[in-house]
């Protein structure tokens, strides 16, 4: 675990400074008290105890939080889920970090009078630390984000880069109504559906992040719109959805009623079900369990994937719904998958929810109607964009000056942190892993950045053929 990783670097740190005090070549000048000083014998000694007691506690560690097959979210008790939830990678787990064969190579060199060897220990010592605070500040597994992928009205979607805030790539073709795409991790493979025809196309690098090409292309047998990704880019969850903002005669949408899991390792759907209304999806880490937001009557449905079966009806306050609009527009599970968080455009509340009861519903306020929401990757915050009325379907959404937010809130008091504004209507919102970035959308095709103290720190316009285009979904 981290704290077992830094008590590795503290104690050769501790034996650097004994084996330097007590070499001839690197002692002070004034070094001369023999009731101070410490020899390589008192050091290896220092040493082969205290590994041994290190060891000793990461065995038992390592044995108390042995990884089951139970899912992550049901054993949120354990040591295990909360390194898991933090985002910390055992040291043993680590290929990059130390072991206790290179413990023992170590304490070799330190009984060594050569100084060369001595800072390369030095460095190795720094290197494993940078190793391990990395791996507490990115998801389970994960590198921080560098790019990001915003889907836009025009049927092509852009490649940001994060940091410069640069567009790198316009690409593809028939992307119409994205609400979502799958990435792989290391960000060089992306899974985007396609609406028009119902198929999945997988885009890979082909010379770095400004050259993308198809590598292959998989029907699904729905025409969906929104997709949900599992963390590791394995399993994609898609439903048709609503392809438009509103009815002109304010009358409800034709659903279709068809879920797709799908296998990208396989290049097919692994299960094919249905709920009365289908639009948004959330989909657990490991491709078992899939949260599916129904319109037409109000309710999530929990979906056994392997059995494709509804396990679980769970229904959503409707005291001040729009009835032309009585459903969720967004249902995403939190990065450690304790909570559920579902928002409404036709309501003014978000609804936060344990995913191990559901029914224990927490409302939040939020002002306006609730468009979309997402978690931080540590779980402990949400935002969620709202819009002040619903867009009629002849709005001209590049042009929209609707009013219009994105509200900050903590998972655990439900105390709001901050609220952003823009010009233009604001559409959704993402936090990039691994970063302190959250980041919205806007319709004029603006791509907002702000910083862990909700700070603008820049805006990207994004163009298609010149023209501003109204940004949508943006996934990491």
């Given amino acids: ?57 990461e065995q038992d560690e390592a044995v108390d939080t042995a990884p089951d097959a139970t899912p992550l979210a049901d054993t949120v008790t354990t040591d295990a889920a909360a390194d898991a939830a933090e985002g910390v990678t055992d040291v043993a787990d680590a290929p990059d970090l130390l072991d206790a064969s290179d413990i023992g190579d170590m304490v070799a060199m330190v009984d060594s009078e050569d100084a060369s060897q001595l800072d390369q220990v030095t460095d190795e010592i720094a290197d494993t630390a940078a190793d391990i605070a990395a791996d507490a500040t990115s998801p389970v597994g994960l590198p921080p984000a560098t790019l990001g992928f915003v889907a836009t009205m025009a049927g092509k979607f852009a490649v940001v880069d994060l940091q410069k805030l640069t567009m790198l790539a316009e690409i593809g073709q028939g992307h119409q109504h994205v609400h979502g795409m799958g990435v792989a991790p290391g960000q060089k493979t992306v899974f985007v559906p396609n609406a028009d025809d119902g198929s999945i196309d997988r885009y890979e690098q082909v010379g770095g992040p400004t050259k993308w090409a198809i590598t292959a292309t998989w029907p699904t047998g729905i025409k969906m719109g929104m997709l949900d990704a599992t963390p590791d880019g394995k399993f994609l969850a898609m439903t048709a959805g609503n392809m ?130 997402e978690f931080a990757p540590d779980s402990k915050t949400f935002a969620v964009t709202t819009w002040d009325h619903l867009i009629d379907q002849g709005d001209e959404m590049a042009n929209t000056t609707i009013p219009s937010a994105t509200l900050v809130f903590d998972r655990a008091t439900q105390k709001q942190l901050a609220k952003l504004t823009w010009k233009f209507l604001m559409v959704h919102n993402g936090f990039a892993p691994g970063t302190p970035w959250l980041f919205v959308t806007a319709s004029y095709g603006n791509v907002l950045r702000y910083d862990a103290s909700y700070q603008l720190t820049g805006q990207l316009p994004v163009a298609m053929g010149g023209e501003p285009m109204p940004a949508m979904t943006i996934s990491f």
């Fill in 244 to 373: 438009v903002i509103k009815m002109p005669d304010g009358g409800m949408p034709n659903f279709s009623k068809d879920i797709v899991i799908f296998d990208t390792s396989l290049g097919q759907p692994i299960a094919k079900l249905q709920t009365v209304s289908p639009n948004p999806i959330a989909i657990a880490s490991d491709g078992a369990t899939a949260w599916v937001g129904n319109w037409l009557n109000h309710t999530i449905s929990k979906i056994n994937v392997g059995t494709s079966a509804e396990s679980a009806s769970i229904a959503l306050p409707t005291a001040g719904a729009d009835p032309n609009w009585v459903g969720p527009t967004r249902v995403t599970l939190s990065p450690d998958e304790n909570w559920l968080l579902s928002c409404d455009l036709g309501d003014k509340v978000a609804v936060l929810m344990p995913t191990a009861n559901p029914t224990q519903q927490i409302v939040v306020p939020v002002g306006q109607l609730a468009h979309w929401c």
């Fill in 1 to 57: 675990m981290r704290v077992l990783g830094q008590r590795w670097c503290s104690l050769l740190l501790a034996a650097l400074a004994c084996a330097c005090s007590s070499s001839p070549a690197l002692a002070p000048a004034d070094h001369d008290g023999p009731a101070d000083a410490v020899t390589k014998q008192d050091t290896s000694d220092i040493l082969e105890s205290d590994i041994l007691e290190i060891a000793a506690d």
